[in-house]
Every structure is written in C-alpha cells, then in structure tokens.
Antibody, heavy 131, light 113 residues
C-alpha cells in the first residue's frame, strides 16, 4: 500500500516562496503521475499541478506563473515551489498519486500517457502565509 | 475550464435510507475514443484527505462498500449511498479528469437526520 507524506514549513512569510516535498513509501515513483492539490475554506479543492515520472508536467493556469513541480526519482520524492505567496495561498496542501494509462513501444519506451483519477493522497500539511 | 457543480450543498438523511448527490459538469467528460466518463467521486471526513470512492463515473475503487454507486454520463452524474450508515457522514466531491486543470465540485455535506 503506497503512502505519501508531505513535509515543509508550516509558516511562510508573504512574498516568499513556499516549498513542500512529498515522500513516497511502499511503492515506486515510476509509472505514475504525482500531483499537488490544496484546500482552503474559501476555494475548496484546487488542483495545482502534476508531474509524470518521465518528467512531463501540467500546471493550473491560475497558478502557473508562480509554480514549479519537480521529481526526484532516486529518492522517491517530488516537490512543489510556489513563489510570491500571499495570504490567499494559506491552505492545506496535499500530494496525491495519479493513476496512469501509459503506452509503450516494442522497445519499452514510453510513447504516450494519460492521467486518470487520483487514487492515493497524503494526509496534508497546513501552510499559513503570515508575517 | 470544466466547472463542476454539485447539488445539494448539504443533505440530511436518516440512517438506513438512501442518499443521492448530483454533479453537473459544464462540458461533457465522456471521451469518444473509449466511451468512458472521466469523472471521480471522493469522500472526505474531518481532518482526513479525500478518499477515492468511484472512478470512470461508476467503477468502485477496491475496498469501497457496494452501498456506494455512481451513475450518469456526459455532463450529469449521481453518487448514491443505498443504505446510509453513521460512518458515511462526510463531505463528498466529484472531480473531472477529462482535461487540465482538473476541477472539483464545491462539495456536498452529508449528515444524519
């Protein structure tokens, strides 16, 4: 059973950069998609970005200019950086795994992929933006 | 963006009775290539992350009790709990994964009457 655990500072100053890491245990980072989602009382659940183990990424256009997602396959981790934060970025941040449909050629090279449902989530970490 | 709208916002049902939650998408989430609806349902209890219940609009995730069922196609979907149990008290969300940005409904709070 895969487990995901978010880590990072719980308090970030306005205008600075929020950095979080998700560590995956009980499974490999390979083959899957990995997402960040946040939840605040005012905006509900908001998908932020995903990264495929191959390195391909997608971002929510509403946050794209401020967000970077990256993967560290050697340590079974992926990370989120959100720059220039304001109080509106205060939320519980979740990491989650996305079920993939991967297509490979006869040599085993990935030729196409599709992100399906989010099947496993971390417990979430509250990040407060305040001075 | 796909706008997901759930109804009602809150719902009170007696134990043992049926609970029905609706979700409407602003665009069809039915993919013509495979005739699948790219819609999931989640359950969230206080202090916990969302838990996947249903994917492909009607396929139960492994381990989810069969009193939970999903139906619908295109833009209109329903989550049904056939016989409500006390442990089903939670907020329920629908979510489309047809296209990015992935989007969630606003949630439906289910309580015991």
């Amino acid at each position: 059973q895969v487990q995901l655990q978010e880590s990072g500072p719980g308090l970030v100053n306005p205008s600075e950069t929020l950095s979080l890491t998700c560590t995956i245990s009980g499974g490999s980072i390979s083959s899957y998609y990995w997402s960040w989602i946040r939840q605040s009382p005012g905006k509900g659940l908001e998908w932020i970005a995903y990264i495929h183990y191959s390195g391909s990424t997608e971002y929510n256009p509403s946050l794209k200019s401020r967000v970077t997602i990256s993967v560290d396959t050697s340590n079974n981790q992926f990370s989120l950086r959100l720059k220039s934060v304001t109080a509106a970025d205060t939320a519980v941040y979740y990491c989650a795994r996305g079920d993939p449909t991967n297509y490979y050629d006869s040599s085993g090279h990935l030729i196409n992929s599709w992100h399906n449902w989010l099947d496993s989530w971390g417990q979430g970490t509250l990040v407060t933006v305040s001075s | 963006d796909f706008v997901m709208t759930q109804s009602p916002d809150s719902l009170a049902v007696s134990l043992g009775e049926r609970a029905t939650i609706n979700c409407k998408s602003s665009q069809s989430v039915l993919h013509s290539s495979n005739n699948k609806n790219y819609l999931a349902w989640f359950q969230q209890k206080p202090g916990q992350p969302p838990k996947l219940l249903i994917y492909w609009a009607s396929t139960r995730e492994f381990g989810v009790p069969d009193r939970f069922s999903g139906s619908g196609s295109g833009t209109d979907f329903t989550l049904t709990i056939s016989t409500l149990r006390a442990e089903d008290v939670a907020v329920y969300y629908c979510q489309q994964y047809f296209g990015t940005p992935f989007t969630f409904g606003q949630g439906t709070k289910l309580e015991i009457k």
